[in-house]
């Protein structure tokens, strides 16, 4: 071997890599480092992407719980309302039970106080006609009497005279 011949190796393979290096700069470098930039990019812009998502995300959040607060408070007040017209109607109700009751208990008064002056006119009635029967059996028995009768006529004129 050629004592020359390591160090001509070495400057073959020096120039060679010095060529290789200038050609691999000149059209792999900017490709590569274009790559590695844009995958940086594309890397940036998902993490911000999936910070904005994430952002989103929480306003919806807070959205959707301020909504489902508002929907119970609404519901709240449906509810509260609802109450209160079912006791106003049941109040209604009792007070309007209570004015016809009142009305019911009133003309059963008033019937009843129908009937009993109708019974009592008729007492009166059966009264009268028994009285007047009566009278009238005592007077046909009074009148039968010749004697009897002349001392009623005379009782009864001297009761004219007196009035």
Do not use: C, Y
């Not at 700069?25 to 890397?43: C, D, N, Q, T």
């Not at 106003?88 to 009751?101: F, L, N, R, Y």
């Not at 109708?118 to 009278?135: G, N, P, T």
């Amino acid at each position: 071997m050629n004592p020359t011949a390591p160090e001509s190796l070495v400057f073959w393979t020096t120039i060679i890599f010095v060529i290789f290096f200038i050609l691999l700069r000149k059209f792999a470098w900017k490709p590569i480092l274009g790559a590695v930039k844009g995958r940086e990019e594309s890397i940036n812009n998902a993490l911000a992407s999936a910070e904005a998502a994430r952002k989103e995300m929480q306003n919806l959040t807070a959205d959707n719980e301020r909504i489902l607060h508002e929907a119970r408070m609404e519901r709240d007040v449906l509810l509260k309302e609802a109450r209160e017209m079912k006791d106003k109607m049941i109040a209604d109700s009792k007070h309007e039970a209570q004015i016809q009751g009142e009305r019911m208990i009133e003309q059963a008064k008033a019937a009843i106080e129908a009937e009993k002056n109708a019974a009592m006119a008729e007492l009166k009635s059966q009264v009268s006609s028994l009285s007047l029967d009566i009278a009238e059996k005592l007077l046909k028995e009074e009148l039968s009497n010749k004697e009897a009768q002349t001392k009623l006529v005379e009782k009864m004129l001297g009761d004219v005279k007196l009035n």
